[in-house]
């Protein structure tokens, strides 16, 4: 069975990728996914923040008393030692990540200004990665902030960071745009190798009993799918970039539908984090014996047969479909 496909011009042995998570940001973990059957893994964001936040504490520890004494200059805290290192521990990460595994390693970037995203992408692709997924974690928070000024500045990302390196960049992008089909066309358009949506943003909960914001991430699930599922399902097919599904996926029953309405690869990261590492082996058994079961003999054969390029009733994305769901509601719970 042919389970191959491409994904940001990298072959990879089949559809299912490791995303970002806290399980890809250690090595032995890492190895574990690969041993698991992962086709590739993609790091934790780095995020320019952290390496600013890292840089300003090393120069607290390191211009304490620099002046007080010749020895000074030549002593480093093991505290500040240890701080500095942090933007060089990610990139010591990917180094050593591609020259265990033998799956391409993908890392993660969000940066704030134009210096951060192009410096620290040609740190990654120094460092020797695969490819580079640009997480552009980014909530429009200011009202005074419109629509056009929040996609421009998601293409302005993509240019510079296009301009300063060579890798493979893929953007991964979040639903909460007015037109989310015209804003993957654009990212395309602009040299985007591929899209991954959705990003989950951190949306905050109020713990009533201590009155304060809750700072916890819930873990996706299948009843997330549906979302994706559309957009894959749209814009299969329409553009040359690659088109990742990255949300609720828990089985291979989700891998399955979001190959059938187009993506090219299928993320996950919280059925891992939920089950373990050793999950990705039953997702990757589970497709096969889905695919076994009908007698499919590569995911050529299934991938986008249910989008809305292919399908034969194409309003079953649009708003005749949503019509036709409210009309046909069972008259009896009408009632009820």
């Known amino acids: 069975m042919d389970l191959t496909t491409t994904w940001l011009g990298l072959a990879l042995k089949h559809p299912l990728i490791a ?3 806290p399980l890809t940001g250690d090595l032995d973990s890492l190895r574990r996914l690969e041993d698991a059957g992962a086709a590739a893994v993609i790091l934790p964001s780095i995020f320019e923040e952290q390496i600013d936040h890292e840089g300003a504490e090393f120069e607290r ?21 240890s701080v500095a290192d942090g933007p060089h521990r990610y ?78 960049v893929t953007v991964k992008l979040s639903p909460y745009f007015s037109a989310p089909g015209d804003m993957v066309h654009q990212l395309d358009r602009n040299g985007a ?15 009533l009993v201590a009155m304060r914001l809750r700072r916890d991430l819930d873990l996706s699930t299948p009843a997330e799918l549906r979302l994706p599922l559309l957009w894959i399902g749209v814009l ?50 589970e ?27 194409p309003a079953a994305f649009e708003r005749a479909n949503y019509i036709s769901i409210l009309q046909g509601w069972p008259a009896d719970q009408r009632r009820a």
Not at 158 to 168: D, F, G, I, W
Not at 287 to 312: F, K, P, Q
């Open 19 to 21: 995303s970002s998570s």
């Open 61 to 81: 520890w390191t211009g304490v008393g620099a002046e007080s004494s010749p020895e000074m200059s030549s002593y480093v805290p093991a505290a500040a030692a």
């Open 91 to 168: 990139l010591d990460l990917i180094r050593r990540a591609r020259a265990a595994l033998s799956i391409p390693v993908v890392a993660s970037l969000n940066g704030i200004t134009d210096y951060g995203w192009t410096e620290y992408a040609r740190l990654i692709e120094q460092a020797g990665a695969s490819a580079l997924e640009l997480n552009t974690f980014f909530v429009p928070i200011d009202s005074a902030l419109d629509g056009t000024t929040v996609e421009q500045r998601h293409l302005h990302v993509l240019r510079t960071v296009k301009a300063a390196v060579s890798l493979p």
């Open 193 to 207: 190798s591929g899209i991954s949506l959705f990003n989950r943003f951190y949306q905050p909960d109020i713990d």
């Open 236 to 285: 299969a097919g329409q553009i040359q970039g690659s088109l990742a599904a990255t949300t609720g996926v828990d089985s291979a029953d989700q891998v399955v539908k979001y190959l059938l309405a187009g993506a090219d690869v299928v993320m996950t990261a919280s059925s891992l984090l939920r089950h373990g590492p050793g999950h990705m082996r039953k997702l990757l058994d």
């Open 287 to 313: 497709l096969v014996d889905w695919l076994d079961a009908r007698d499919v003999n590569a995911i050529g054969e299934i991938r986008g047969r249910m989008s809305r390029h292919r399908l034969g009733d």
